[in-house]
C-alpha cells in the first residue's frame, strides 16, 4: 500500500501524526457535525477546489503552511524521506515523471509517457523532449535506473526497498540487492531517455505501484550510497524537474522556493512560495491573518469558525486511516524480516481484540472532529471503493464483549485492585506510546488508557508523556530498532493510491511495525498481486479475505477514516485538494496581499 499527499504512486511513507494534530481540547461539547446521514461529507460546504472570478496576477508569492508541531526532518528526497512532512516540502521540487487520473492511475500526460509490454510483466518509459533538471541538465534514462540502483543497493540505508513489491519484483533486482550482481539486469537503457523495465510477475498494481520519481544521476556522483541521505544534495540543496526550485532553507524551518526557469511545462504563474512550520494549535489565526495562504486545517478547530471570511475550505476522503498497534515482535535487520516474540504481552489476540471493542470512536469522531473522520472497520479505507469490505464490522464499542473475551482468556482481576492479571496470574502494566501534536492530544490519550481501565487492563503512558513525531516514529521501529518498553501505540498511515497492502503488513515490511507475522497473511498479500489477480473481482476476494484475516487476528485496531480539508486564502487560484489533479505551475494568487479576516 503507498502513501504520499502529492503524485507519490510507489512509496509507503508515514503520516505526521493526522489523528492526534487533528484535535482540539475545545470540542468536547456540541457538535456541528459537516456530514449528512450516510456519513459523507457535505460538498455543498466544501468543494474539491477553490475557484475565483478574478484572474491570477503575473507572479506574487504564496504562503504554505506545514500544520505540524515538530520540525520537518529535511530528508529532501523521495528516495529517502519517511514523513508526511518532508513530503509536503518536496511536493514543490520533485515530480512524479507520470500524471495520473482520477483513479490515481499512471498517464502519458507527465514528464514521461509508457507502454506495458503484451505479456502484462515489462514495462517501457521514453522521457519527453525538453524535460530538465532545476540545474539544467536533461532529464535522462540514466536518471530513471539510478533510484533502482540507489534504492536495492545493500548500502541503501533508506526504507524504500522493502515496501514495494513491484520493486522488488524486477528482474536481477534479487541478486543486485544481496550483492551478487553488480548491475539489475531487468533495467535495459535502450537509449537516452528510454528504458524498460522487466519484471518476473505479472503485478495487477503497476500502474498504481510502480516507483514513479528520477533521481539526478550526474548530481550524485562521486557521494556514496552509504551517505546519500545526509549529504547535502539531500539536506541543502535538492534538485528536482518541478516547478520550483529551492532557493533557501532554514532546517526544520522553513524553505523559500522560486521559478524553475527550466519547467517543461511553462513558466510557473508564482515567482515564490514560502513554506514555514505553523504549529496546529495556530493554525486558524495565522489563516485569518493572512500569514498562510494554504493550511491543511484541523478538523478538530472547524467549530466557531464555520463561515470564514477570508479563506475557503476545500476537501476529499483521504486515502488515510489512524490506528490502535501492537506489538507483537520485533525487526531482525540482518535478514530483513520481522522476528514474532511469542512472550511478548500483546501475543494473545483475545486481548488485542478486547482492546478495540473498549473504544468509542464513533463519540470520538463527533466530539473531537466534528464530523470530518468517522469510524473505521477495515485497513483497506473506504477510499478504495472497489476493495473495501462494508461487511467488516469492525471494533464497534462493546466493553461488555470485550470483557467476555478477557474472562475466555483468563484474564482476571485476583488482587482486586481493579486491574486483571495475565492468565499465569502476573501482574499486566502495558505501555501506551502516542505523540504530541495539540491540544487534545494529551486527553485522547487519556481517553485510550480510562476507556481501556473499564474493562480492568491496566495501561500507563509511556514515559508518562507523549513523544514528538520523530522520536515516536524512531522509538516504534521507523529506523529497524524497536523499542522493548513499547506495548500499545497510536498511529496513522497515508497508504497512497495503490491498495496493495504489502509494503505495511508483510514480515518483510519495515513499516510492519506490529512486527505481525502469519503465514496466512503473506500468503494472502502474495495473492493480491499474482497474474489471477489481475481479474479484480478476484482480487477483491482475496483482499476481502485478507480484511477478515487482520479483522480476527487484530494486529492493529483500525480507529478512523478521515476527510483531509486545507484552509485555502480567497486571493489563491488552481489550487485543488485532489492530488490527481494538482499542477503547482497552474496555483497563482490574484493580489499581491492576501485577504485577512479584517478586510
Known amino acids: 500500500m503507498n502513501k504520499k499527499k502529492s503524485f507519490t504512486l510507489a512509496s509507503i511513507t508515514l503520516s505526521a501524526g493526522l489523528l492526534l494534530a487533528a484535535?482540539?481540547?475545545?470540542?468536547?461539547?456540541?457538535?456541528?457535525?459537516?456530514?449528512?446521514?450516510?456519513?459523507?461529507?457535505?460538498?455543498?460546504?466544501?468543494?474539491?477546489?477553490?475557484?475565483?472570478?478574478?484572474?491570477?496576477?503575473?507572479?506574487?508569492?504564496?504562503?504554505?503552511?506545514?500544520?505540524?508541531?515538530t520540525p520537518f526532518q529535511g530528508t529532501l528526497s523521495e528516495e529517502f524521506e519517511s514523513g508526511a512532512p518532508d513530503q509536503e516540502v518536496l511536493q514543490f521540487v520533485e515530480e512524479s515523471i507520470f500524471s495520473t487520473n482520477k483513479n490515481y492511475e499512471i498517464t502519458n500526460d507527465g514528464a514521461c509517457t509508457f507502454t506495458i509490454g503484451s505479456d502484462n510483466k515489462s514495462i517501457t518509459i521514453k522521457v519527453k523532449d525538453g524535460v530538465k533538471w532545476s540545474d539544467g541538465q536533461p532529464l535522462t534514462a540514466d536518471d530513471i535506473i539510478f533510484p533502482?540502483?540507489?534504492?536495492?543497493?545493500?548500502?541503501?540505508?533508506?526504507?524504500?526497498?522493502?515496501?514495494?513489491?513491484?520493486?522488488?519484483?524486477?528482474?536481477?533486482?534479487?541478486?543486485?540487492?544481496?550483492?551478487?550482481?553488480?548491475?539489475?539486469?531487468?533495467?535495459?537503457?535502450?537509449?537516452?531517455?528510454?528504458?524498460?523495465?522487466?519484471?518476473?510477475?505479472?503485478?495487477?498494481?503497476l500502474l498504481t505501484g510502480i516507483w514513479s520519481y528520477a533521481m539526478p544521476k550526474h548530481y550524485f556522483k562521486g557521494v556514496p550510497i552509504s551517505k546519500m541521505a545526509t549529504s547535502d544534495q539531500v539536506r541543502k540543496k535538492p534538485i528536482g524537474f518541478g516547478p520550483f526550485e529551492v532557493s533557501k532553507i532554514v532546517p526544520g524551518e522553513s524553505v523559500e522556493f522560486t521559478a524553475n526557469p527550466n519547467y517543461y511545462k511553462g513558466k510557473p504563474l508564482l515567482n515564490k512560495v514560502i513554506l514555514k512550520v505553523v504549529n496546529p494549535q495556530v493554525v486558524v489565526k495565522s489563516l485569518q491573518n493572512g500569514d498562510i495562504d494554504i493550511a491543511e486545517f484541523p478538523s478538530s478547530s472547524y467549530k466557531g469558525n464555520e463561515n470564514p471570511k477570508n479563506y475557503k475550505y476545500i476537501a476529499r476522503l483521504n486515502y488515510a486511516y489512524s490506528y490502535i498497534g501492537f506489538k507483537l515482535g520485533h525487526w531482525d535487520a540482518k535478514n530483513n524480516v520481522a522476528v514474532a516474540d511469542p512472550n511478548s504481552p500483546m501475543a494473545n489476540k483475545s486481548l488485542r481484540q478486547a482492546l478495540g471493542y473498549a473504544l468509542d470512536m464513533k463519540t470520538i469522531s463527533q466530539k473531537f472532529y466534528q464530523g470530518l473522520s468517522f469510524p473505521a472497520n477495515s485497513i483497506i479505507p473506504s477510499f478504495f471503493s472497489r476493495y473495501h469490505d462494508d461487511n467488516i464490522k469492525g471494533y464497534t464499542f462493546d466493553p461488555e464483549k470485550a470483557k467476555k473475551l478477557l474472562d475466555a482468556a483468563g484474564y482476571k482481576d485476583i488482587d482486586k485492585d481493579g486491574y486483571r492479571e495475565d492468565p499465569k496470574g502476573h501482574k499486566l502494566v502495558l505501555n501506551f506510546a502516542g505523540m504530541s501534536g495539540s491540544k487534545v492530544a494529551e486527553p485522547l490519550a487519556q481517553y485510550y488508557i480510562q476507556a481501556w481501565k473499564a474493562i480492568g487492563i491496566h495501561v500507563q503512558l509511556l514515559d508518562g508523556r507523549l513523544q514528538e513525531f520523530n522520536t515516536f516514529y524512531d522509538r516504534v521501529g521507523d529506523t529497524g530498532k524497536d523499542d522493548p518498553k513499547i506495548n500499545i501505540y497510536a498511529g496513522s498511515w497515508l497508504t497512497g493510491t495503490d491498495p496493495d497492502p504489502s509494503g505495511l503488513y508483510s514480515k518483510t515490511s519495515l513499516f510492519n511495525f506490529p512486527r505481525f507475522v502469519n503465514n496466512e497473511n503473506e500468503k494472502l498479500l502474495q495473492e493480491g498481486i499474482s497474474a489471477k489477480a489481475m481479474d479484480p473481482n478476484y482480487r477483491k476476494q482475496v483482499y476481502d479475505q485478507w480484511q477478515q484475516l487482520m479483522f480476527d487476528q487484530a494486529p492493529v485496531i483500525p480507529t478512523l477514516y478521515q476527510y483531509q480539508v486545507y484552509g485555502v486564502n480567497n486571493r489563491v487560484t488552481g489550487y485543488t485538494a485532489d492530488t490527481a489533479s494538482l499542477w503547482w505551475y497552474k496555483v497563482g494568487v490574484t493580489s499581491d496581499k492576501p485577504a485577512t479576516a479584517n478586510n
Request: hydrophobic share 30%; proline share 3%.
Open 148 to 205: 533502482y540502483e540507489v534504492m536495492g543497493s545493500k548500502d541503501y540505508n533508506g526504507v524504500r526497498y522493502g515496501d514495494n513489491t513491484i520493486t522488488q519484483d524486477i528482474v536481477g533486482m534479487a541478486a543486485y540487492h544481496a550483492g551478487k550482481a553488480k548491475t539489475i539486469s531487468g533495467l535495459q537503457k535502450i537509449d537516452d531517455k528510454t528504458v524498460k523495465i522487466s519484471f518476473n510477475h505479472v503485478n495487477p498494481g
Open 23 to 69: 484535535c482540539n481540547s475545545s470540542t468536547t461539547g456540541g457538535n456541528t457535525s459537516v456530514t449528512g446521514k450516510d456519513g459523507k461529507l457535505d460538498t455543498s460546504k466544501f468543494p474539491i477546489m477553490v475557484s475565483s472570478n478574478k484572474a491570477p496576477i503575473k507572479g506574487g508569492t504564496l504562503n504554505y503552511g506545514l500544520i505540524s508541531d
